[in-house]
Every structure is written in structure tokens, then in C-alpha cells.
T-cell receptor
Framework: DGGITQSPKYLFRKEGQNVTLSCEQN?????MYWYRQDPGQGLRLIYY???????QKGDIAEGYSVSREKKESFPLTVTSAQKNPTAFYLC?????????????FGPGTRLLVL | GQQVMQIPQYQHVQEGEDFTTYCNSS?????IQWYKQRPGGHPVFLIQ?????EVKKQKRLTFQFGEAKKNSSLHITATQTTDVGTYFC??????????FGSGTQLTVLP
């Protein structure tokens, strides 16, 4: 909350189309994360980045790609290879990748496939 | 990967009643965090528990970490309509990344 922005709030994708979700933070946090949330379920980690120009796959990375060219930005691309992309996507950041870091979440983007 | 079980999935209570959600892991945890997500909103950090047997309180909320550091609970005393939302535990084992439970969706009936 506060300092993490995600856009757009709602996004519609056609079959076979790639879409990119934006995530920007001005908290000077080193680590950033992307989660997917489906109705009635918890958050599943897609990708995370501990530092600029480095990122790691999470539990459900297939069909997604990310980049981390700037500390403030961590965009997520949902590719056409992701067969069931309709979900609520949450970006988060934390001060450092450590044992007791807490995560701050953005407002999320709801992606719908037409 | 690490799995965290959270129960119940849903809980409806009358305003003023108590509420408890439980989180269980098969492996020993480094620490556990709790988040609250209001309907239509995003998760917000509530608290972190690190020590075995730790108990922390925030007004009407009481958080406990088990002695074996494999389970945790969140208890709300005398629920209010403002408590409505989904409560998630997020556990950290040896892998350092957080694993979220599936959440407990709390409905408070006025």
C-alpha cells in the first residue's frame, strides 16, 4: 500500500495476445515480486527479483516473463502460452531479500480473457 | 515446494462473536506472517512471528506461533464489521521465499 502502483486496474486480453502489466515502486525497495490470485485461493508466486537485472522463477512461471531493468520497475508479460490467464495479479516489493522482510502490495490488476 | 494449510476456508460469524483461523506446515518454519485482504483490495501486512511459542496482540487480534514453529493462529475477539476480509498466513521455511496459505474468508453478520 502506498508507493506501489500497478496499471491498468482492469485488462482485457484476446486469445493469442501478449499483454504487459506494469508495476512501479518508489519505496527504494530492492526486491520485487509478482503473484497470481485466483478466486478462493491464496497467492501463488510467479517471479521475483532480488536486485536489478536479476530475477528468478517462482512456483508458476510458465507462460509469463519479466524484466528488471530499473530498481523501480518490474513489468510482467502474460504470454499467449499462458492458457488460463484470467486472474488477479498482485505486485509486491520488500526492502531486501532476507529472512524477516515484509512485503508491500500494490492495488493489483484484474486480467480477463475475451 | 513448501505447503501451508490454512483452515477454515470460510467463516461466518455474528458481530461480537470470536473468530480463529489456523495455519499448519509439515516442516519447521523460520517465521510466519499474517496479512489481511479486504474485499476487492490487496493484502496488507499485519504482523510477523519469529520465536517459538511467540504471542503478539494488536487490540482485538491475537497471533500465536506454535512451540514447534510448525503452526500459527490468528484469533479475533468480539468481531466487528470492519474485520470483514480474507486473512492469509505466509510462511517462510528454509527457502526464504514466502508461501501463502489459501486464506480464510471472514464474513461478519451485523
Amino acid at each position: 500500500d502506498g508507493g506501489i502502483t500497478q496499471s491498468p486496474k482492469y485488462l482485457f486480453r484476446k486469445e493469442g495476445q501478449n499483454v504487459t502489466l506494469s508495476c512501479e515502486q518508489n519505496l527504494n525497495h530492492d526486491a520485487m515480486y509478482w503473484y497470481r490470485q485466483d478466486p478462493g485461493q491464496g497467492l501463488r508466486l510467479i517471479y521475483y527479483s532480488q536486485i536489478v537485472n536479476d530475477f528468478q522463477k517462482g512456483d508458476i512461471a510458465e507462460g509469463y516473463s519479466v524484466s528488471r531493468e530499473k530498481k523501480e520497475s518490474f513489468p510482467l508479460t502474460v504470454t499467449s502460452a499462458q492458457k488460463n490467464p484470467t486472474a488477479f495479479y498482485l505486485c509486491a516489493s520488500s526492502h531486501f531479500w532476507g529472512n524477516q522482510e515484509t512485503q508491500y502490495f500494490g492495488p493489483g490488476t484484474r486480467l480477463l480473457v475475451l | 515446494g513448501q505447503q501451508v494449510m490454512q483452515i477454515p476456508q470460510y467463516q461466518h460469524v455474528q458481530e461480537g462473536e470470536d473468530f480463529t483461523t489456523y495455519c499448519n506446515s509439515s516442516t519447521t518454519l523460520s517465521n510466519i506472517q499474517w496479512y489481511k485482504q479486504r474485499p476487492g483490495g490487496h493484502p496488507v501486512f499485519l504482523i510477523q512471528l519469529v520465536k517459538s511459542g511467540e504471542v503478539k496482540k494488536q487490540k482485538r487480534l491475537t497471533f500465536q506461533f506454535g512451540e514447534a514453529k510448525k503452526n500459527s493462529s490468528l484469533h479475533i475477539t468480539a468481531t466487528q464489521t470492519t474485520d470483514v476480509g480474507t486473512y492469509f498466513c505466509a510462511a517462510r521455511g528454509s527457502a526464504r521465499q514466502l508461501t501463502f496459505g489459501s486464506g480464510t474468508q471472514l464474513t461478519v453478520l451485523p
